[in-house]
């Protein structure tokens, strides 16, 4: 599923868009623990940092929903790719 949304447009917009929950594809394969599909996304620049639109919303990153869901290789990929908790 995700090589073919990223074949039909893998601009920014499209890595980087927020769900209802102000989630992207990176967060969600980095709660679910999805390797490839991390690997998949940081290939095309997907970002490690999104803000929400919504100033009022909690912002969890992307190495943040790995490490509460003990996916520890995803964890360490990112931390590779830059990815830092910055308070």
């Known amino acids: ?4 949304l990223l ?3 893998s601009s920014k917009a ?3 868009a927020l ?3 102000c989630s992207t594809a990176l967060h969600f394969a980095s709660k ?4 490839a599909v991390v690997d998949r996304l940081l290939a095309v ?3 490690l940092y999104v803000s929400p ?12 929903r790995a490490a509460i869901s003990g996916h520890l290789a995803v964890v360490n ?7 830092a908790e910055q308070e």
């Open 1 to 4: 599923v995700v090589e073919r």
């Open 7 to 9: 074949a039909a447009d």
């Open 19 to 21: 769900d209802s929950r």
């Open 53 to 64: 639109p919504r100033l009022h919303l909690p912002v969890v990153k992307p190495l943040s």
């Open 77 to 83: 990929r990112l931390l590779a790719a830059g990815a």
């Open 32 to 35: 679910k623990g999805h390797l």
């Open 45 to 47: 620049h997907a970002s």
């Open 14 to 16: 499209v890595v980087d």
